[in-house]
C-alpha cells in the first residue's frame, strides 16, 4: 500500500508563490502518473496538473504559466510550484497516483491520494 503525505499548504495574498510537496512511501517511478488535484468549498474535486513518468506534463488553463509540476524520483517527491496566486486557487489540495490509464487529469484513474493540504489565497 502507497501512502502519498503533502505539506506546503498555507496562507498568502494574491500574488504571492508555495510550493506544495508530495512525498510517497514508495517508488514514484512505478506508477503512470502523479498529479494534483484540488477542491474549493462546495466545489467539486478538479484537475490541476499531471507529470507522466517520462516528464511529460499536463496543465488545466487556469494554471497554465503559473504552476510547475515536477518530479524528483530519487526522493519519491512531487512538487508543484506555483506563483502568481489568486482568490479563486484557494482549495485544498491533493496529490494523487495511478498505476495506469488514458487520461492524465481524471481523477477517476487515480488509485492513491493523500489528505490534503490547504491553500488560502487572500488580498
Known amino acids: 500500500q502507497v501512502e502519498l503525505a503533502e505539506s506546503g499548504g498555507g496562507s498568502v495574498q494574491i500574488g504571492g508563490s508555495l510550493r506544495l510537496s508530495c512525498v510517497a512511501s514508495?517508488?514514484?517511478?512505478?506508477?503512470?502518473?502523479m498529479a494534483w488535484f484540488r477542491q474549493a468549498p462546495g466545489k467539486e474535486r478538479a484537475e490541476v496538473a499531471a507529470i507522466h513518468r517520462d516528464d511529460r506534463t499536463l496543465y488545466v488553463d487556469s494554471v497554465k504559466d503559473r504552476f510547475t509540476i515536477s518530479q524528483d524520483n530519487a526522493k519519491n517527491v512531487v512538487y508543484l510550484q506555483m506563483n502568481s496566486l489568486r482568490p479563486e486557487d484557494t482549495a485544498m489540495y491533493y496529490c494523487a497516483a495511478r498505476s495506469f490509464g488514458a487520461n492524465w487529469l481524471s481523477s477517476k484513474e487515480y488509485n492513491y491520494w493523500g489528505t490534503g493540504t490547504q491553500v488560502t489565497v487572500s488580498s
Open positions: 514508495g517508488y514514484i517511478s512505478s506508477f503512470d502518473c
